[in-house]
């Protein structure tokens, strides 16, 4: 069972760079995030999806983007990296069955990219 | 405003010595409580979901407990393998289906 899939594990970027943080999921799963983790503090929201072709802004969505064509995959692309996006980016994803519907099912997460921008 | 906040942040314990971590929250409604354990390098992973008040959820030695404003997981003769982060989130009853974490307790058990 691979379930959530993110790649690279590990990167060092320099000031200005661009990249993409890939993600992909097996579990038929309707909804997507992004999360960053930084030292001591909670993981907080970047992005998430309900859907292929629908995303909307977490708390701290400024300096990145994202797209879900697909129900499996939902990259992460950080456009001019700086230093303050030095962190462990997670993605995690869910089976919702939408607000007033059934339990809440839980976030499903990957191991993390720890990305380091110098 | 909606928050979680975790107590105590770091907690050592002599194997077999049951302990409590605590979870205090504010939200506006309460969709769903979380519970993740995070080993280091890795991501966080699945325990418990809570619901409503009163609720209770039981795995190997450990238990969540959720009243109205607090979860407790309870760790009952804990073994070093249950050394990891142990993370809280609540997911609030409004639009969207974002998670709030806590900072996480860190739990160290020696043998």
């Known amino acids: 069972n691979a379930g959530v899939t993110q790649t690279p594990k590990f990167r060092i970027l320099k000031i200005g760079q661009s990249m993409t943080l890939q993600c992909t999921q097996d579990m038929n799963h309707n909804y997507m995030y992004w999360y960053r983790q930084d030292p001591g503090m909670g993981l907080k929201l970047i992005y998430y999806?309900?859907?292929?072709?629908?995303?909307d802004k977490g708390e701290v969505p400024n300096g990145y983007n994202v797209s879900r064509s697909t129900t499996e995959d939902f990259p992460l692309r950080l456009e001019l990296a700086a230093p303050s996006q030095t962190s462990v980016y997670f993605c995690?994803?869910?089976?919702?069955f939408g607000q007033g519907w059934g339990k809440n099912q839980p976030q499903h997460f990957g191991d993390g990219t720890r990305l380091s921008i110098l | 405003e909606d928050q979680v906040t975790q107590s105590p942040e770091a907690l050592r314990l002599q194997e077999g010595e049951s302990s409590s971590l605590n979870c205090s929250y504010t939200?506006?409604?309460?969709?769903?409580l979380f519970w993740y354990r995070q080993d280091p390098g890795k991501g966080p992973e699945f325990l418990f979901t809570?619901?409503?008040a009163g609720e209770e959820k039981e795995k190997e030695r450990l238990k969540a407990t959720l009243t109205k404003k607090e979860s407790f997981l309870h760790i009952t003769a804990p073994k070093p393998e249950d050394s990891a982060t142990y993370l809280c989130a609540v997911q609030p009853n409004q639009a969207g289906t974002a998670l709030i974490f806590g900072k996480g307790t860190t739990l160290s058990v020696s043998s």
């Open positions: 809570l619901y409503s």
């Open positions: 999806s309900v859907g292929a072709g629908i995303t």
């Open positions: 995690a994803s869910s089976y919702d």
């Open positions: 939200v506006s409604g309460l969709r769903g």
